[in-house]
């Protein structure tokens, strides 16, 4: 076994060795290697962060929050006639489904239930750091669009997606104050509670509701959208997927380019190195000897190439991470053994051929070689 691993050992020091003394050549010849790794870590890393960043802003609202608006929450996408036309939720429809859906637990109408008018707001912790940053704001006076009302509330800091603040910008009154201060707010957002293990059932039971309280015929498609946490989720990373394969794309590019650079470079260095190739035949080295040796330069150069690629989109990671907070960037474990391993494997790939031929060159007429 120790046999075994030595000409192995040696076939790397030679191959490390031929990159030392080519240093320049090497990089250029990797360069594709380089874009591709690095484009791989780069996007892996921010689509990590954006998962992670959504299911943190996600499960703020509860596992078991059903969400139904007259459209379709999730991943954006062009509207149609029909959903330009839609006419919207009422408070109706919410009441309907606190009342006639057993698997709800509770109901609600934007964010509160509330069937009197007094003019009191819950505030979000943006606007209480920017009105009230140095005193309780409980019991204060907040004048929104000439209506005084009265803070009874605030909320903790919400987590952001994409830096998007608006829930900690938000001021929230009962539904019939709102409705008194903006009488022509018709576009109702109703969240329903689902009692434990039944959050299946409760959307089947608000589809049923719905549909037929907006006289859907059965043929039809619905005509409201309802989501949750999950679904919001799915459909993001239907999305993520696209960019994936997109990246895919980019940087097989890049990696082509680069094993096609490696296929050249090793083909010039059998040329270059016939003499030597005579040499250590003559002296006794195996067909597999001198194949191994240019495998593994081959491979140790695109793993280089893997390994710089890597750092650059770990830097480029950090890069974003701290000059565009509101992107969060996170690189993976499996994308860096992954860019690794696709790395290596295309001088693997690539570098066969010149290998081969090395192997195969005739010894006698490779010491004539000049």
Not at 112 to 132: K, S
Request: glycine fraction near 8%; hydrophobic fraction near 45%.
């Amino acid at each position: 076994m120790a046999g075994r691993r030595q000409p192995v050992r040696e076939n790397l020091r030679l191959a490390f060795d031929t990159l030392r003394t080519h240093r320049f050549r090497a990089f250029l010849t990797v360069l594709g290697v380089v874009i591709g790794t690095t484009t791989v870590i780069a996007v892996t890393s921010i689509i990590a962060g954006l998962d992670r960043q959504l299911v943190d802003v996600a499960a703020q609202f509860g596992t078991r929050s059903v969400w139904v608006y007259k459209l379709q929450m999730g991943a954006p996408h062009r509207l149609t006639p029909e959903e330009r036309l839609r006419k919207p939720l009422s408070f109706q429809d919410a009441m309907a489904i606190r009342d006639q859906c057993p698997s709800a637990d509770a109901v609600s109408v934007e964010l509160f239930h509330d069937l009197h008018r007094r003019e009191v707001a819950v505030i979000g912790n943006g606007v209480r750091e920017r009105f009230f940053p140095h005193m309780d704001p409980i019991g204060k006076i907040l004048l929104v669009d000439g209506h005084s009302l009265e803070v009874v509330g605030t909320l903790a800091k919400f987590k952001s997606f994409l830096g998007d603040d608006q829930n900690d910008r938000a001021i929230f009154t009962p539904y019939n104050t709102y409705q008194k201060i903006y009488p022509e707010a018709r576009d109702n957002f109703i969240v329903a509670l689902a009692r434990e293990g039944r959050m299946d059932q409760l959307k089947d039971e608000v589809t049923e509701l719905l549909r037929r309280r907006r006289r859907v015929k059965p043929a039809e498609p619905d005509n409201f959208g309802i989501s949750s946490a999950d679904s919001v989720i799915s459909q993001f990373r239907a999305v993520i997927q696209t960019v994936g394969l997109v990246m895919v794309v980019v940087s097989s590019i890049g990696l082509l380019v680069g094993g096609i650079g490696v296929m050249n470079i090793m083909l010039m260095s059998v040329t270059e190195r016939t003499r030597e190739i005579g040499i250590r035949k003559a002296v006794g080295a195996q067909r597999s000897d001198i194949a191994w040796q240019f495998l593994l330069e081959a491979m140790a150069l695109t793993a280089s190439g893997g390994i710089i690629g890597i750092s650059v989109g770990w830097l480029l990671s950090m890069a974003i991470r701290t000059f565009v907070p509101s992107l969060p960037s996170s690189v993976p474990v499996w994308s860096v053994v992954a860019g690794f391993s696709v790395a290596t494997s295309v001088g693997l790939f690539f570098g066969l051929w010149p290998a081969l031929k090395a192997a195969r060159l005739d010894p006698i007429a490779a010491l004539r070689y000049e």
